[in-house]
């Protein structure tokens, strides 16, 4: 997703809403999943990977460690920016 959709999908009553949900709704939107994170590395339990798009399925895998961390940072830099701005 691009930051303003990111902005855009997870604004709740004018308040950015980010955490593992929001990451992994970004990443891989509708997937069904179950993690785990230990020492700083994200490991996924479950995965149901179709995904379902109009009436297509496609098939996708799940997002590495290191995709879920550096969406984890781009969001939480999102709601460090976002917080600034307010403060005015």
Partial sequence: MTIEEII???TIDGEFIWGIDTVMQSLRPNCLYSLEVSNGEFKINQWENNQWSDT?????????????YDEYLRQKTISEVLKYFKQG
């Fill in 8 to 10: 855009n999908n997870f």
């Fill in 56 to 68: 297509t399925q496609c098939f996708i895998d799940p997002p590495t460690s290191r995709e879920i």
